[in-house]
């Protein structure tokens, strides 16, 4: 007898001013989070570091945000494994993809290591250059 095959959840960030990604089931826009890019001394760092984390993810709106997100993305992934889909793909965008949406992809991530399910995370664009005006 076959087993049940997971469903696969692609989890990705990115950054909005290098152009939305193709092929996604749901895009999360996190502009709205404070900006990292504004403090001088966390602009060069990106949303992996701690503190920049925490700037992003322990703010009202960050924690508010993940109170609502969780939940969301769990009866999504119950919805497509539910329906038989093999994959659902997750954008979390932010301008340039290196802070805010690096930190709330990470959080969501850990979320999911507590569900039955299969997932990959990726950063698009956390590699481009952090210095351009946002």
Known sequence: MKSKELLEVVLFSFGFK???????????????????????ELR?????????????????????????IKPMTAFLVEQNSTAGKKSLHIGIGCTGGRHRSVAMTEALADFLEGLSIEHTIFHRDIERDGNDKQ
């Not at 290098?18 to 001088?40: H, K, M, Q, S, T």
């Not at 925490?54 to 508010?64: F, I, K, P, T």
């Open 44 to 68: 060069p760092e990106t949303g992996r570091v701690d503190k920049v984390a925490a700037y992003v993810l322990e703010s009202d709106e960050g924690r508010g945000f993940l109170a609502l």
């Open 18 to 40: 290098y152009g939305a990604p193709g092929n996604v089931n749901v895009i999360w826009d996190v502009r709205f989070l404070p900006n990292p890019y504004w403090v001088e």
